[in-house]
């Protein structure tokens, strides 16, 4: 069965500190890999999304990146975190495009504070 | 502006109740909606998902609904538990594009 991983669970960082979420998916191959974020009362928000390896595509211009190093593996990063970064940040996969009828699975989710 | 509006945005219920849960949304071309369920710090996980010829769904002890003429959709939790205690999420797919998310109801039961 597929299983997605991410972590850390939680994290508080300062201002202008670097930041660094991993997640990975395991049992399938050639997921389609998303980055999103909840904010409280606000519906989920699309920050990245990627096909395959290398290949990232941004939804919302920010002060974040993400990388594909490997097929299973995809990172949000920042050189230098801003108070407004803070919040719910939730890796999902999925193995259709979304649009399609494909089912998002989504990981247990990173709460960061940027403090 | 949002396509995918819910109401309420929260409620209380004691437990052993029902409650209704209500989705509007104004995405298009219309490809499926799904509702999940995301309890507290934790990711969202699939409940149902209603494609266009489909009215009711149902999951145990959730029913899911759908008007694809007046673009709603409704979630129906009967005999509710402790468990229910969560935020229901509606997701509507279109054609093409990307999913649209709900902001979400959060269902507090209480014994």
């Known amino acids: 069965s597929q299983t997605i991983h991410q972590w850390p669970a939680t994290l508080v960082q300062p201002v202008g500190s670097p930041l660094s979420l991993e997640c990975t998916v395991e049992g399938t191959s050639n997921p389609n890999l998303y980055w999103y974020r909840q904010a409280a009362g606000r519906g989920l928000q699309l920050l990245f999304y990627s096909v395959g390896i290398g290949q990232i595509s941004s939804e919302v211009p920010q002060n974040l990146s993400a990388s594909r190093p490997q097929d299973r593996q995809f990172i949000l990063s920042s050189k230098k975190l801003l108070l407004s970064d803070s919040g719910f940040y939730l890796c999902?996969?999925?193995?259709?495009?979304?649009?399609?009828?494909?089912?998002?699975?989504f990981g247990e989710g990173s709460r960061l504070t940027v403090l | 502006k949002n396509q995918v509006e819910q109401s309420p945005q929260s409620l209380i219920i004691l437990e052993g109740k029902n409650c209704t849960l209500q989705?509007?949304?104004?995405?298009?071309?219309?490809?499926?909606l799904r509702w999940y369920k995301q309890d507290t710090g934790r990711g969202p996980v699939s409940l149902t998902i209603m494609t266009f010829s489909e009215n009711t769904k149902s999951n145990g002890r959730y029913t899911a609904t759908l008007d694809a003429d007046t673009k709603q959709s409704s979630l129906h939790i009967t005999a509710s538990q402790l468990s229910d205690s969560a935020s229901y999420i509606c997701?509507?797919?279109?054609?093409?594009?990307?999913?649209?998310f709900g902001a979400g109801t959060t269902v507090t039961v209480r014994a």
């Open positions: 997701v509507v797919s279109a054609a093409g594009k990307e999913l649209s």
């Open positions: 999902a996969w999925s193995p259709l495009r979304t649009g399609a009828t494909g089912e998002l699975f």
């Open positions: 989705c509007n949304y104004t995405v298009s071309p219309f490809s499926n």
